[in-house]
DNA sequence: CGACTTTGACCTGCGC
DNA sequence: GCGCAGGTCAAAGTCG
C-alpha cells in the first residue's frame, strides 16, 4: 500500500474527478482514480482514463478535457501501465523479467520472439505554462525523434543521456492551450543528478532522487492528464481512496514546498544505481 | 570533434 | 489481414 496522501489536486470539469486511490490488492500497487461528482459519489472509472474521464463527463466523442475550456486543470498523472485484470499479472511478470534489460528495438524484437509483450514504464505527466518547451529539471536529455501525432503537431523525445538510464520524456505543447507544456516522464532516474547542469527549476521529485536542489523561485505549475494518453490507467474499484482536498485553479509550487510532496511515495523510491 | 538536433524511414501495436 | 497512429532508429546536419 502506497502511503501518500495527495494534496492540492484540482480538476475543475463539470465533476470533480479526482479521487484517487491506490490499492493493495492490486497486483501491481498501481494507481487507482475514481471520478466523482460534486457530492463525491463515484461517477466513473475504468482502466484507461481517457475512457473514465469521458465516462465522467458523460461525452463519447469529445476527448477528455475538451469541455474544460480554457481553464487549465490541475491534475497529476502518474501510473504503472499494469491493470487490475488478470493480463496484470502477466505484465508484473514481465516486468521483472525485463527490467534491468535493454529496450531497444533490438530487444524487442527478440521478446517478441519469446512471445513476450514490451513492458512500459511507470509514466508520469504534468503540465506546465511556460514559453520553453524543455524544461531544466536537472537531468540531461537527448532528443531522438520528433513526430507529429493527433492533438499534437510535433512532440518531441527525449531519452536521459546518463548512461543506463532509461528514463524517456515527452514534451508537447497542448493542443488546446499552447501556452501550456505537457511534459510525461516515463521510467524512473536510478542515478544521482547530473553534476554539469544547471539547478532545476521545475523537478517532479523521482527525477531528482537521491539529491534534490531546492527550487530557485516560485514556479506556476499546472498539472492535469493529457487527452491523448491511453496508458493511463485507471481501474475499476472503490475501496481504499484517499481524497484530494481543497481544490483550486493553479496549483503552484511555493518556495519552500517541492513538487515531491504531490508525489506519491512510490515515486520516491530510490533504488541503488550500478554504474 | 564531440554532443546534440533534425528528419525520413522503419517498426510495432491496435482497431476495424 | 490491412491500415493507421504512435514511437523509435539512425544517418546527416548543426553547433559550440
Given at each position: 500500500m502506497w502511503d501518500h496522501e495527495f494534496r492540492n489536486f484540482h480538476c475543475p470539469t463539470d465533476h470533480t474527478c479526482s479521487r484517487v486511490s491506490l490499492s493493495a490488492?492490486?497486483?501491481?500497487?498501481?494507481?487507482?482514480?475514481?471520478?466523482?461528482?460534486?457530492?463525491?459519489?463515484?461517477?466513473?472509472?475504468?482502466?484507461?482514463?481517457?475512457k473514465a474521464l469521458a465516462f465522467s463527463h458523460s461525452s463519447s466523442s469529445q476527448p477528455p478535457f475538451s469541455s474544460v475550456g480554457?481553464?487549465?486543470?490541475?491534475?497529476?498523472?502518474?501510473?504503472?501501465?499494469?491493470?487490475?485484470?488478470?493480463?496484470?499479472?502477466?505484465?508484473?511478470?514481465?516486468?521483472?523479467?525485463?527490467?534491468?534489460?535493454?529496450s531497444s528495438k533490438k530487444g524487442n524484437k527478440l521478446a517478441n520472439k519469446k512471445?513476450?509483450?514490451?513492458?512500459?514504464?511507470?509514466?508520469?505527466?504534468?503540465?506546465?505554462?511556460?514559453?520553453v518547451d524543455l524544461l531544466e529539471d536537472g537531468y540531461r536529455w537527448r532528443k531522438y525523434g520528433q513526430k507529429a501525432v493527433k492533438n499534437s503537431p510535433y512532440p518531441s523525445y527525449y531519452r536521459c543521456t546518463t548512461q543506463k538510464c532509461r528514463v524517456k520524456k515527452r514534451v508537447e505543447r497542448?493542443?488546446?492551450?499552447?501556452?501550456?507544456?505537457?511534459?510525461?516522464?516515463?521510467?524512473?532516474?536510478?542515478?544521482?543528478?547530473?553534476?554539469?547542469v544547471k539547478r532545476p527549476m521545475l523537478f517532479p521529485s523521482f527525477m531528482l532522487r537521491p539529491s534534490p536542489p531546492p527550487p530557485r523561485r516560485r514556479h506556476e505549475l499546472?498539472?492535469?492528464?493529457?487527452?491523448?494518453?491511453?496508458?493511463?490507467?485507471?481501474?475499476?474499484?472503490?475501496?481504499?481512496?484517499?481524497?484530494?482536498?481543497?481544490?483550486?485553479?493553479?496549483?503552484?509550487?511555493?518556495?519552500?514546498?517541492l513538487f515531491q510532496d504531490m508525489v506519491p511515495s512510490a515515486f520516491l523510491k530510490h533504488e541503488p544505481y550500478e554504474q
Open positions: 490488492a492490486d497486483p501491481c500497487s498501481y494507481m487507482r482514480l475514481n471520478f466523482t461528482d460534486s457530492l463525491q459519489s463515484p461517477i466513473g472509472y475504468g482502466r484507461s482514463l481517457e480554457a481553464t487549465p486543470n490541475s491534475c497529476i498523472s502518474y501510473s504503472s501501465t499494469q491493470d487490475g485484470s488478470d493480463k496484470s499479472n502477466k505484465d508484473c511478470q514481465l516486468k521483472e523479467l525485463e527490467d534491468g534489460s535493454e512471445g513476450e509483450k514490451k513492458h512500459k514504464e511507470t509514466r508520469f505527466a504534468f503540465m506546465t505554462k511556460s514559453e497542448s493542443f488546446q492551450d499552447p501556452s501550456m507544456v505537457i511534459t510525461t516522464y516515463e521510467g524512473q532516474h536510478k542515478h544521482p543528478l547530473p553534476t554539469t499546472f498539472t492535469r492528464m493529457p487527452g491523448d494518453m491511453n496508458n493511463y490507467q485507471v481501474a475499476a474499484g472503490a475501496d481504499s481512496l484517499m481524497f484530494a482536498e481543497n481544490f483550486s485553479p493553479f496549483l503552484q509550487v511555493p518556495d519552500n514546498e
